[in-house]
């Protein structure tokens, strides 16, 4: 199969259209090519079928940070405490495991905040998220908060960093996609791909990054229910790109009393 010949029908498809055919591969017509500023999105949305990709030129130009964005944190971190181990697993019910092993999830600094490090699809480093130690709810954290602002700052290694990090699980058919790195954890230790936004915006850097994880063919986006309104642009600018549905979920994926629960919303 040569997918640049079989796209050539779809050339002069204008800009942010979507057009519906036969896929070149398995012959259904659940087959839908988006046009990009860089080029053409397409994807067979058939179960057993597995082509989905983009021709033209990648965008290269990713999001640039703020002038106040530092692009590296150079201080040093810390293990999580037990404390702090133990108020993850009360306060959200996610459980980090040991110290060691919590370590790839959260950091601590030196002047009483958390650092969840950003990781790529596969385990790279991509920078850090440093947030002061506060949510609403009524358990209160172990470490010291003088009340920082921001509340939280994203530092990335360089500007051209994917701003969007990955936490892997044990089914990787499936990528549900969040907004923060807790909702995250929250969703991955249900069983399933987790991938934090590190915001509401949803980029083209990020649906680059999603549609190279081969393994996942179905893409839930999970934000939180005041961005449910932000979340349906989404599913309209980039329907034809990911096979993916919005749901709207009651409270932040993080704050769910129960996994049953979530997992019954997420429709998992």
């Not at 058939?46 to 021709?55: D, E, K, L, N």
């Not at 037990?82 to 980090?96: A, D, P």
């Not at 010291?144 to 994917?162: H, I, N, Q, R, S």
Request: aromatic share 12%; net charge negative.
């Amino acid at each position: 199969m040569n997918i640049k010949l079989d796209l050539l029908d779809y050339q002069a498809l204008p800009l942010g259209e979507t057009q519906n055919g036969v896929c070149p591969a398995c012959g259904k017509r659940k087959f839908y090519v988006t046009r990009k500023t860089t080029g053409l999105a397409y994807i067979c949305f058939r179960a057993s079928c597995h082509t989905q990709g983009f021709i033209g030129e990648r965008l290269t130009q990713h999001s640039k940070p703020t002038k106040k964005l530092p692009v590296q944190f150079t201080e040093g971190l810390l293990p999580p405490s037990v404390e702090s181990i133990q108020y993850f697993f009360e306060r959200f019910n996610i459980e980090l495991g040991s110290v060691d092993d919590a370590m790839y999830y959260v950091k601590e600094t030196d002047d009483g905040r958390y650092a969840f490090p950003i990781w790529g699809r596969h385990d790279e480093r991509r920078g850090v998220v440093i947030r002061a130690p506060l949510w609403s709810g009524e358990v209160t954290p172990p470490i010291y908060c003088p009340g920082y602002f921001p509340k939280a700052k994203t530092y990335l290694e360089t500007t051209d960093t994917v701003r969007g990090g990955w936490y892997h699980s044990t089914d990787e058919t499936h990528v549900v996609i969040v907004e923060d790195q807790v909702s995250a954890m929250r969703v991955a230790g249900l069983g399933v791909t987790a991938y934090a936004l590190l915001g509401t915006t949803f980029s083209q850097e990020h649906l680059n990054d999603l549609m190279q994880w081969k393994n996942g063919k179905a893409y839930t986006l999970a934000l939180d229910p005041d961005a449910i309104k932000t979340a349906l642009k989404i599913l309209l600018k980039w329907h034809g790109c990911l096979n993916f549905h919005v749901v709207n979920l009651e409270c932040d994926p993080k704050d769910y009393p129960s996994n049953d629960k979530l997992v019954e919303d997420l429709g998992l």
